[in-house]
């Protein structure tokens, strides 16, 4: 059965309303949750970018969900920090943490100072440092000189058993690459016809695990203002690469997005006041394989979406579910 999680949205929620939210929706009957790990928001309406580290170590405390991050080793943060913070959420909590492994993306990563590698110098990157961060919560001594550099790095305090490492991808060639290492697929909510060549990809390349998709929703009152809404939280979030991977600051997406309609968010972010109509798109994510949706509503007004979500679309996703 499709496990439908919560997405909390570090770019858009303070971190302690956030960990309010991520109780909330465990009431409301989510079964899951992830979040974003990021430096900075994607524009100045958002306005927010907790320490997802610090916030995810409080979540797992404060309820009995599983988390998963999404997260960019090799520039802001070195393989190994990465690979002790694993080890430490998921010794803490056995069998609750996944970790989704990216290439980045320019506004979070130019604070080092260091120059902004190009798409397949960061792929080798991130491969490198999936390697390390592997060879490190096996326990083992790692040194490397490569696109990262390690010295003689060692975990101490280990898991049982090492969580998995997920691939983030959104296109089919990126998912491919993925298949050769990851251990299951995250990618984001897109036409049924693409998310099967995205998926197919990553089997066909020998990808294993879970496939996990993010949804952005707006669910409101009225059509319009779901429209509103998303278009007033989410409209810098659209680009397609490489736009979306090379800019550097949040003043350059929100001149990026100045001219973005509504009807181009509506493409991006799933924008209903039915809550009907969103659960069948919900579950319509299972025909591709599936098998956990993470549903990120890109309202900053948490509490009214998640009662809303509890009440009338949870609800019918699991009376879906019961009856196949």
Not at 114 to 141: Q, Y
Not at 147 to 161: F, G, H, K, N, Q
Not at 254 to 269: L, T
Not at 298 to 317: F, H
């Amino acid at each position: 059965m499709t496990i439908y999680g919560y997405h909390a949205s570090h770019e858009q929620i303070a971190p302690r309303e956030l960990l309010a939210s991520v109780k909330r929706a465990e009431q409301a009957g989510f079964d899951a949750a992830m979040c974003s790990d990021h430096l900075t928001p994607w524009s100045e309406r958002q306005a927010h970018s907790g320490f997802a580290w610090s916030w995810l170590g409080a979540a797992l405390e404060a309820t009995s969900l599983t988390y998963g991050v999404v997260n960019a080793p090799g520039q802001r943060y070195h393989p190994v920090i990465i690979a002790q913070a694993i080890a430490t959420l998921e010794q803490m909590n056995p069998g609750r943490f996944w970790a989704a492994l990216g290439s980045g993306q320019a506004i979070n990563e130019h604070v080092t100072g260091d120059r902004w590698p190009d798409k397949d110098t960061r792929k080798a990157r991130l491969r490198e440092s999936v390697d390390v961060i592997r060879a490190l919560l096996a326990g083992e001594e790692v040194t490397h000189d490569g696109l990262i550099t390690v010295d003689r790095a060692r975990v101490w305090s280990l898991p049982d058993t090492p969580p998995p490492l997920i691939g983030a991808a959104i296109t089919e060639a990126t998912a491919k690459w993925a298949g050769e290492w990851a251990d299951g697929l995250i990618t984001i909510s897109q036409p049924l016809d693409q998310l099967r060549r995205v998926v197919g990809a990553y089997r066909d390349a020998g990808g294993r695990g879970d496939v996990f998709i993010q949804a952005q929703v707006s669910l409101e009152d009225t059509r319009d203002k779901a429209l509103a809404v998303a278009h007033d939280q989410w409209r810098t979030n659209i680009f397609p690469s490489p736009l979306s991977w090379d800019l550097p600051t949040v003043e350059h997406f929100d001149q990026a997005a100045e001219h973005v309609s509504q009807s181009a968010v509506a493409e991006a972010v799933f924008c209903t006041a039915d809550a009907g109509e969103l659960a069948e798109h919900l579950h319509a994510f299972e025909s591709v394989g599936a098998s956990r949706v993470y549903i990120h509503g890109v309202t900053q007004d948490q509490a009214r979406y998640i009662d809303r979500m509890g009440e009338q679309v949870l609800p019918q996703l699991l009376e879906r579910a019961s009856d196949k």
